[in-house]
């Protein structure tokens, strides 16, 4: 068995979409004959967005977990300013904010590089170093974000040079779409970019989540770097979805669920527009469902449409429930956030869309790759924000009980959990 070092931020009781590939990861590497032991943060000294307690079940007791220090300057931002001020990813474009909040945003982008969870690095770094070199640790896979966390990685390529490093980045990192709404000047540029190039270059593996992600780093620093990076895309896990109670959709009222955080990126008003026109066309036993952190813009866009009275809004949930509620539904909505590089967003959720078997409304990029994979597997349609007209008539027919795309089951269990474990394994050297 091969023991290697698992490094993430984000571990159970952590909630949230960041929490689940590395802890399924760790689930499944030892059935390829991995022992992967876990090096995350105290989580009384965390920057969590959320928590789900119910996680920790998840992790089995032969799994090692080194909880570490960390300084966490988003803790005290909050205390001064209070926790509305405190800007988070998704939610850094928000238009209605005040003085404090812009300047908070500003505090993030200047101050705060890579981001925010930073003052892990060096408690991180010192707990791994001391498990490499008492264990004869020879690999370590560092997911991210918080991309801070690949600084880790740095770090102990200077103390242990044979050491195998692979990244593996579930986001982009300088030009993810809310980048620009981080105020960031020409210094934070610049020293944001050379941490990335480091990583990129300086990692001897590196794992993206989607296949143009991989273009765009291969694009950006050459073909020696693109001939590294492998795409191990995000999924589900089929025991979970077998264990959930699946909730019966009968009724007379068709669901339409969204589950996860919408900000006001997101921009969901053409999928508003259309409910609200096929509701006009007689259509008026529809149900939309929110089950997340969804933003007041969001809410307001609702509203002006005429669709706030069919709207449900639910506060986050524990993930099993929020599989509940994607079994519950007839149609499950994926809303891709609009901005640059919204073609690469390949959400965790989306996996566990296809393995519901309910048909997907995609409102994002058509040529992105979450558009490419609901295609592939004959799950749905996605839709341009400019595709009001034939969104309506798409979901007219579906309200009617038109049959959709016929479902690809082969291609559909491409995105087990257990198969991407068995990936990322193949990636870990022999004898390492």
Not at 211 to 232: D, H, L, N, Q, W
Not at 278 to 307: D, M, P
Request: hydrophobic share 45%.
């Amino acid at each position: 068995m091969k023991r290697i070092l698992f490094i993430t931020y984000y571990w159970p009781p952590s909630g949230g979409a960041g929490v689940q590939r590395g802890l399924k990861f760790v689930k499944y590497l030892p059935e390829f004959g991995v022992e992967p032991v876990v090096l995350t943060v105290d989580p009384d000294q965390a920057s969590y967005p959320s928590i789900d307690a119910s996680l920790m079940a998840e992790v089995a007791k032969e799994v090692r977990v080194i909880r570490t220090k960390s300084f966490e300057p988003l803790r005290i931002l909050g205390a001064v300013a209070g926790k509305k001020a405190v800007p988070h990813a998704g939610f850094a474009g928000a238009k209605r904010e005040g003085l404090m909040q812009r300047a908070m945003r500003w505090v993030r982008g200047n101050w705060m590089i890579p981001d925010a969870r930073r003052g892990w690095v060096r408690y991180a770094v010192e707990a791994a170093a001391d498990v490499i070199a008492r264990e004869k640790i020879g690999t370590i896979i560092i997911s991210s974000p918080p991309h801070s966390s690949q600084l880790i990685g740095l770090e102990l390529k200077k103390r242990f040079p044979t050491l195998h490093w692979i990244a593996d980045l579930r986001d982009p990192w300088t030009d993810i779409y809310f980048a620009k709404e981080l105020m960031k000047g020409p210094r934070a540029e610049r020293l944001d970019a050379l941490w990335e190039a480091r990583v990129m270059n300086e990692a001897d593996a590196v794992v993206v989540v989607g296949p143009s992600m991989k273009k765009s780093f291969a694009a950006r620093y050459g073909e020696e770097v693109g001939k590294k990076i492998t795409v191990i895309p995000n999924g589900f896990d089929r025991m979970d979805v077998e264990r959930i109670a699946k909730p019966s959709t009968g009724g007379d009222v068709f669901r339409i669920t969204y589950v996860g955080t919408m900000a006001g990126s997101y921009d969901p008003r053409a999928f508003f527009s259309a409910v609200s026109a096929v509701r006009s066309g007689g259509h008026t036993a529809i149900e939309l469902r929110f089950v997340g952190s969804v933003s007041a813009e969001v809410k307001a866009l609702a509203i002006g449409e005429g669709v706030d009275d069919i709207c449900t809004w639910i506060a986050p949930v524990p993930h099993d429930e929020a599989l509940q509620e994607m079994a519950a539904a007839n149609m499950l909505l994926l809303v891709i956030p609009s901005g640059e590089g919204e073609e690469r967003i390949l959400t965790g959720k989306l996996f566990e869309y296809l393995a519901m078997n309910k048909p997907i409304l995609g409102l994002g990029p058509k040529s992105g790759d979450a558009a490419a994979i609901i295609h592939a597997c004959g799950a749905g349609r996605m839709f341009d924000r400019s595709d009001r007209n034939a969104m309506m008539h798409w979901l007219d027919d579906r309200l009617k009980g038109a049959p959709g795309p016929e479902r690809i089951e082969a291609r559909v269990s491409d995105y087990e959990r257990r198969t991407q474990a068995s990936t990322i394994a193949g990636l870990i050297p022999a004898g390492n």
